[in-house]
């Protein structure tokens, strides 16, 4: 399988696109008491990919109301900040779904690529086996799937199902189903998701 996406400057700016386009649209929603959003990014430092330094990626995108009284926080969600995870999203995603597939050499090449925290592999594991089955997004998507996807493939049977013929395509495919989960201030679904086979 072909990682060489994952050094390619490119795919973060396609992701950030994505981000920004998301952002956009919620920004010209409005606060839900009517007010204006002005934009409030806030700082992050993901690990994952030793090369990217891009500037863009120090800070998730997000807005404060401006309306005195409300101030209203409003995050968009993201399709490379997975909620308030260090690593992002594609990480998360790559490293748990390819781990039975690796021999041990390849497995720990990625392992060095992403700049990983070995122990931080379970943990992640768990989340997609106990955490991610419980919530809304995936109660939501599942009944899509025929035949069922069982918890305890997830998330590379998932990748597996989506649309797409290079495993970029089903990563970024995945990474916007998995939006709703990637903020708490803001619910709702960006325009561009419907049937995740098809999207
Ligand atoms: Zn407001």
Redesign the pocket.
Known sequence: MCHDFLNDSRFYQFLLHIDQETAAEVQAG??????V?HSARYPRKPRGIREMRDASYQTRLSFC???E????R?TPPSVRFLGRKVYLGVVVILITALEHGLTPKRRQRLIEILDLWPQTISRWRRWWREIFPASPCWQSWRGYFVPALAVTELPGALLGRLVGDELMARLCRLLRLLMPITTESWSGYPRGIGDPQKM
């Open positions: 409005g606060c839900p008491c009517g007010g959003l109301c401006a309306v009284g409300c101030r209203r409003c």
